[in-house]
């Protein structure tokens, strides 16, 4: 069992910047692959961003060059620096781990980020 809390979010200007957190606890497998996803309403949830625990990277070109994720393992905590936000980032972001070479994926609970004047 993984369990993951997020922290961060709100609401911020357009070309604006927020960090997310997302702090993990429990039985946490040492090969994983942490992230970020988004769900805007009406839309499907969609990667924005992945990071293994080897350090690998991955991003959705439409964040690219704008967001960044990292990880500090000794926490077992991922971030995502976003950076000019634009209003088409609005989304309820939500955290994601899963286990590398096996059947385990648990999700954050969710926080909202609004980019708005």
């Known amino acids: 069992q993984v369990q993951l809390v997020n922290s961060g979010g709100g609401l911020v200007q357009p070309g604006g910047s927020l960090r997310l957190s997302c702090a993990a606890s429990?039985?946490?497998?040492?090969?994983?692959?942490m992230g970020w996803y988004r769900q805007a309403p009406g839309n499907e949830r969609e990667l924005v961003a992945t990071?293994?625990?080897?350090?690998?990277?991955n991003y959705a070109d439409s964040v690219k060059g704008r967001f960044t994720i990292s990880r500090d393992n000794a926490k077992n905590t991922v971030y995502l620096q976003m950076n000019n936000l634009k209003p088409e980032d609005t989304a309820v972001y939500y955290c994601?781990?899963?286990?590398?070479?096996?059947?385990?994926?648990?999700w954050g609970q969710g926080t909202q980020v609004t980019v708005s004047s």
């Open positions: 429990g039985s946490i497998f040492r090969l994983n692959v």
């Open positions: 990071i293994t625990s080897a350090g690998s990277t």
């Open positions: 994601k781990f899963a286990a590398i070479g096996r059947d385990f994926v648990s």
